[in-house]
């Protein structure tokens, strides 16, 4: 059963190099890779995906590190869309209205 104990969102967090234009290139790729994924962005380096369950995050997590480029550091984070629910967002000094999770699933 579905609840938002077991729904689950990916964070992929990452600082790459971008000095040399391969490195560019490279960080420009991982980029367009996660969006390809389904990841949004966030921020600039801060992709969210919205996964059914552990077993889909680690799927998507061996995906990621298959697209990983050279250098650079990448994290990845996982919470449930109960904790998701709760992060605080701010735009300046004001707080943004809470955070809308997905009405439907995508399906692959």
Known sequence: MLTGYRLMWMMVMFDLP???????????????????????????SVYLRHCTGPEQAETLTKRVQGELP????????????????????????????TRQNPDQFNLF
């Open 18 to 44: 971008v000095v040399e234009e391969a490195e560019r290139k490279a960080a420009t790729r991982f980029r367009k890779s996660l969006l390809d994924q389904g990841f949004e962005m966030a921020q600039f």
């Open 70 to 97: 050279e250098g650079g550091k990448v994290d990845i984070l996982y919470f449930t869309d109960k904790q998701y629910e709760r992060i605080a967002t701010f735009v300046g000094r004001k707080r943004a209205g």
